[in-house]
DNA sequence: TCAAATCAGTTGTCAGACAACCTGTTTTCT
DNA sequence: AGAAAACAGGTTGTCTGACAACTGATTTGA
């Protein structure tokens, strides 16, 4: 059977009006047309030129006011914000386009779970430990079954394991920001990474990479676990990426 | 003269219906009443309960499905989604209230800035460097003036170093994550960032930090680029934390 | 001269309507 | 009887028009 989760779903869903709106006034922006401290056109103006109805423009500037790009003021307007004042970082998923993203996003996902790693070693509870121990455990034992009978369950139990592990460092911000990375890799590449993981995910070998993270954690080593993690998944992105069907 | 650009802005702003409607649906989603798969009632009821008109409903409604928090279907209604598809990481301003998530935060500054730094060991162009260079040039000037000379100038020229230092990854996501982070820390400690400057970010142990990073950069050492940042940052963050007054 | 009142313009909110769409039911046809 | 088609009710998406709250500049009045 094959896996056809990320196959036939949400294809040409009905736009949206506010989105495709909110979109095209953040190009203006990022385009250089409007700068910081520049004024938008009124909403009435906008919905004219939209052809649109100023419900819509309002919900699209509501959508650019959430994220800090713009700060609107009654009765006076609503002005572009400087770049620094920007308060969410998002993921775009038309950035998928290219292979060049996912790396980056890769590496950049390195970066952050060897820091929480590093923290959950030195902050990790035994109650968490313990449930750490224990998805590692199902990790292995899925692993030993091979990639014809337990695909899923290692690859999910493998991003479980370092979902306990990132939420061991006690540090909210970590957690949201990896689980956030982790969201929009699986959503993008969801088949990509089990093909991936069938051909190049299996094996002792790759074990003990995770091993060596949860010795670390085990023994609260905090440069070892930062380390290890490190190479855990700087390793993870080469094979990957060295995988030239995942786009 | 005394700094007076984080007193006296923006106190008891005019709220706006939306944002306090969006506030209490999400309120209902993180306390449980409501959870993944759930169907939120819809918005002429939501109206009613609020007490609101329906397009302050449609608002609110709007900014959560922006995050991924909510999925909504034209003719069925508004769906909350599995806290894994949350499609962005946001900082609301109301978290500083505690000082542990303010340690947090810079935790999570730390570990990413780390990882871009020796990233753009590896990564950053020659004229990248120059610019670099220059940056550094005019903090360790502004280190000699003196606190009481060039306080601001010492600070923005530090800020500058390291936004450009990460620009120098080529990574926009780390780059995109550490302007946020960055932001969020000015805007709410951008007081206790100058007072703990002036008392213990002057001189030349402190200056042997960034100095470190410099050097790994210009000889391309990616762990030393590593070491050295997560060193300065850590060091910097306790500092920080050590005086009682930030918060 | 200078302060107060006025005014035009903009955003925030409200109310109602209709279009597009989904789901389950009923009707109709074979 | 069974399946296909039409229907009905409900929900979101969009449109329209109106008014309230507010701002900045202009005019007015003492």
């Not at 199902?138 to 030993?144: F, H, L, S, T």
Request: hydrophobic share 45%; aromatic share 6%.
């Amino acid at each position: 059977m094959v896996d056809t989760t990320d196959l036939f779903d949400r294809i040409d869903r009905p736009r949206r009006l506010p989105d495709e709106v909110a979109v095209s006034i953040i190009g203006a922006i990022e385009g250089g047309q409007l700068v910081a401290g520049d004024r938008l056109p009124t909403e009435a103006d906008l919905a004219k030129r939209f052809g649109v109805a100023r419900t819509v423009v309002r919900e699209a500037i509501s959508l650019l006011r959430y994220d800090g790009i713009v700060d609107s003021r009654r009765g006076v307007g609503a002005f572009v914000t400087d770049a620094s004042q920007r308060s969410s970082f998002r993921i775009s998923p038309a950035c998928f386009e290219k292979r060049k993203q996912i790396v980056q996003l890769l590496q950049l996902r390195t970066g952050v779970q060897a820091g929480a790693c590093a923290l959950a070693a030195s902050t990790r509870t035994s109650e968490q430990m313990e449930k750490i121990e224990e998805t590692y455990a199902q990790m292995v034992a899925a692993d030993k079954l091979g990639p014809a009978n337990a695909l899923e369950e290692r690859v999910d139990s493998e991003l479980l394991l370092y979902r306990r592990i990132t939420e061991a460092s006690n540090n909210p911000y970590y957690a949201e920001v990896v689980a956030m990375i982790e969201a929009n890799i699986q959503n993008n590449l969801r088949s990509a990474f089990l093909k991936n993981a069938a051909a190049s995910e299996f094996g002792a070998d790759i074990i003990k990479e995770h091993y060596a993270v949860m010795k670390a954690l085990r023994e609260g080593d905090v440069e070892a676990a930062r380390t290890s993690a490190r190479t855990r998944f700087e390793r993870a992105a080469d094979r990957l990426a060295a995988r030239a069907d995942f786009a």
